[in-house]
Nanobody, 124 residues
Framework: QVQLVESGGGLVQAGDSLRVSCAASGRTFSSYFMGWFRQAPGKEREFVAAISRSGVMTVYADSMKGRLTISRDNAKNTVYLQMNSLKPEDTAVYYC?????????????????WGQGTQVTVSS
């Protein structure tokens, strides 16, 4: 089992950049495929980005591709999401998730463990 704690959210202006982090504790972090999801008020939770156990493979949502970089530091048990050129429609709670599989998934149901989320608000 792994515990996930997100941090780094906040209030930014449109066009700004922000990096959110997710610190993991518990079982070996490098054994998990990691993902980021987000949920805006009144909307379903949606996939944002994912990264393989080694960090070699990354996957991004088409809606945000080109503005995101997901990375991980297995020595620090942390996964990061760098977001650039933020837009008001990016406002949401951003969740970190861990998957007990080496295979990629963009599906909410494909992840076994979730953090509590961090709020990102982008003002226009």
């Amino acid at each position: 089992q792994v515990q996930l704690v997100e941090s780094g959210g906040g209030l930014v202006q449109a066009g700004d950049s922000l990096r959110v982090s997710c610190a993991a504790s518990g079982r070996t972090f490098s054994s998990y495929f990691m993902g980021w999801f987000r949920q805006a008020p009144g909307k379903e939770r949606e996939f944002v980005a994912a990264i393989s156990r080694s960090g070699v493979m990354t996957v991004y949502a088409d809606s945000m591709k080109g503005r995101l970089t997901i990375s991980r530091d297995n020595a620090k048990n942390t996964v990061y999401l760098q977001m650039n050129s933020l837009k008001p429609e990016d406002t949401a709670v951003y969740y970190c998730a861990a998957r007990e599989s080496a295979l990629s998934s963009t599906n909410v149901n494909g992840y076994n463990y979730w953090g509590q989320g961090t709020q990102v608000t982008v003002s226009s």
